[in-house]
């Protein structure tokens, strides 16, 4: 009896901790550090804490030390993708960006769920806060056509800028049958946005604008966009599902 007390109560701390993203996993940023990153790195760096200068709102005041991870002083760098890959996972994410910023998660460096300083819009669309960001045919011909296929979140759960907020993602990636041919799309199964469901069993159908990548695989890494506006993350964990 005592045997089957303590097995559900176990299974119910993994529920929880799977519900609220605290499930254990791959810590992709130490703290400390690049280690763990790609090279070359750019401007991102380790810092102790960061808020929008007073004098200059669409700018961050950084804190030097330890803990954050920042897009350089300037707040624009390059990309930033973890060394360690993923295929189907659970992620959790933190992040901050100051007034009209832009940044975005991309899962296995092809596929966007946006970062943006969405707070107060009444009616999201793709490109505001945990957006799945659209897909791009620089070949099309109409240019009102060239980017198609973006989902905007059921609501609009941003924080005013300045505040952390907190992406908690299950993700699926495509599925390739022997000869390498996609049987499957790659999904994004539940995207929670501060704790309210914004995305459930959305198909993308292929990688979206401004991806690492233009093809197809069953595994890539983890990207952060650094070229559009300051941005910070922390509490960057993975969990990889089978």
Not at 25 to 50: C, H, M, S, T, Y
Not at 83 to 103: L, M, R
Not at 179 to 207: L, M, T, Y
Request: contains cysteine; charged residues 25%.
């Amino acid at each position: 009896m005592k045997l089957r007390i303590s097995i559900l109560i176990g299974l119910g701390l993994l529920a929880s901790a799977a519900q609220t993203g605290r499930a254990e996993g791959i810590q992709l940023f130490n703290g400390k550090d690049l280690n763990g990153w790609r090279q070359p790195a750019g401007e991102w760096q380790a810092v102790a804490a960061v808020a929008p200068d007073a004098a200059e709102p669409k700018k961050f005041v950084i804190t030097p030390g330890t803990g954050v991870l920042v897009n350089g002083p300037k707040g624009r760098t390059s990309n930033l993708l973890s060394e360690t890959g993923h295929g189907d996972v659970e992620a959790h994410v933190e992040f901050c960006v100051p007034k009209g910023s832009n940044s975005g998660v991309y899962f296995m460096a092809r596929y966007e769920i946006q970062v943006f300083d969405s707070w107060g819009v009444e009616h999201p669309k793709y490109s505001d806060c945990g957006g799945i960001y659209q897909r791009w045919n620089d070949a099309e011909p109409d240019p009102a056509k060239r980017g198609y296929e973006g989902h905007a979140p059921r609501v609009n759960a941003s924080k005013p800028p300045g505040e952390w907020q907190s992406f908690d993602v299950i993700f699926r990636a495509p599925r390739f049958d022997a000869s390498g041919k996609k049987i499957k799309n790659a999904c994004f199964v539940k995207v929670v946005h501060n704790g309210k469901v914004v995305h459930d069993n959305v198909e993308v159908s292929g990688p979206t604008r401004a991806s690492t990548f233009n093809d197809e695989k069953p595994a890539g890494p983890l990207m952060l966009q650094g070229d559009h506006g300051p941005v910070a993350y922390r509490n960057l964990r993975i969990k990889k599902l089978k």
